[in-house]
T-cell receptor, first 112, second 113 residues
Framework: SQQGEEDPQALSIQEGENATMNCSYK?????LQWYRQNSGRGLVHLIL?????REKHSGRLRVTLDTSKKSSSLLITASRAADTASYFC????????????FGEGTQLTVNP | DAGVTQSPTHLIKTRGQHVTLRCSPI?????VSWYQQVLGQGPQFIFQ???????GRGNFPDRFSARQFPNYSSELNVNALLLGDSALYLC????????????FGPGTRLTVT
C-alpha cells in the first residue's frame, strides 16, 4: 500500500498562477522529498525537508511539513508551462531506512 | 558532474527471458537503490545496496536480484520475465544512508511481450 498520497490527482492552471499540491503519509518519517517527473522519464529531485523542519524554500518552490498532521505541501509560485509534469512526494521512515515510499503523484498542467 | 546513468534506455524482451539492467551512481555516492514504476503509478522500492551489501528488499519475487560492484555501480537482474514486469526501472544513488537526498537516473523502459 502507498505511504504517501498526493492531492489532487490532477491540477490544471494558467501560466503565472500558483500551484499547490498536498501529500499525506501514514507512519513516522525521517525525511520527505519532492520529485518532478516529465512524461515517464527519470525523477528530478526538487527538495528534501527533514522531520524537524517546518518549511523550506528553493527558488519558486516552497515546501511545508506538518508532522502532527502527517502532511506536506508543495507550492510552486508564478508557474510556467515548463512546470507541466507529475509531482511525487516520497518519504523514508524510522523503520524503513532510506528506502523511499512514493505516492501516486499529482499531474500538473500549466497552460500558456 | 555526471548524474546517475542507466543502460540501456529501452529494452524489449519476450516472456520467460532474462534481463540485466545497469546503473552507475553519481561519483562519490555509495548507496544505490532500484525502483519499479508501472505506468500511472508511483515508483515501488525493489532493492537498496550500500557499500556492496544489500540493505533492503521490497516486496518483489525472487526472480528479481541485484548486486553492487566495488566501484559502486549496480546491476538489476530479472529472470523468467512476465508481462507484468513491463515498467520503467529507476536507479537512485545517494551519498550515504540515511538522511541524504536520493538522485534518480533517467530509467530503463522495459517492455515484455
Amino acid at each position: 500500500s502507498q505511504q504517501g498520497e498526493e492531492d489532487p490527482q490532477a491540477l490544471s492552471i494558467q501560466e503565472g498562477e500558483n500551484a499547490t499540491m498536498n501529500c499525506s503519509y501514514k507512519t513516522s518519517i525521517n525525511n520527505l522529498q519532492w520529485y518532478r517527473q516529465n512524461s515517464g522519464r527519470g525523477l528530478v529531485h526538487l527538495i528534501l525537508i527533514r522531520s524537524n523542519e517546518r518549511e523550506k524554500h528553493s527558488g519558486r518552490l516552497r515546501v511545508t511539513l506538518d508532522t502532527s498532521k502527517k502532511s506536506s505541501s508543495l507550492l510552486i509560485t508564478a508557474s510556467r508551462a515548463a512546470d507541466t509534469a507529475s509531482y511525487f512526494c516520497a518519504t523514508d521512515g524510522e523503520t524503513s531506512g532510506s528506502r523511499l515510499t512514493f505516492g501516486e503523484g499529482t499531474q500538473l498542467t500549466v497552460n500558456p | 558532474d555526471a548524474g546517475v546513468t542507466q543502460s540501456p534506455t529501452h529494452l524489449i524482451k519476450t516472456r520467460g527471458q532474462h534481463v540485466t539492467l545497469r546503473c552507475s551512481p553519481i561519483s562519490g555516492h555509495k548507496s544505490v537503490s532500484w525502483y519499479q514504476q508501472v505506468l500511472g503509478q508511483g515508483p515501488q522500492f525493489i532493492f537498496q545496496y550500500y557499500e556492496k551489501e544489500e540493505r533492503g528488499r521490497g516486496n518483489f519475487p525472487d526472480r528479481f536480484s541485484a548486486r553492487q560492484f566495488p566501484n559502486y555501480s549496480s546491476e538489476l537482474n530479472v529472470n523468467a520475465l512476465l508481462l507484468g514486469d513491463s515498467a520503467l526501472y529507476l536507479c537512485a544513488s545517494s551519498f550515504q544512508e540515511p538522511y541524504y537526498e536520493q538522485y534518480f537516473g533517467p530509467g530503463t523502459r522495459l517492455t515484455v511481450t
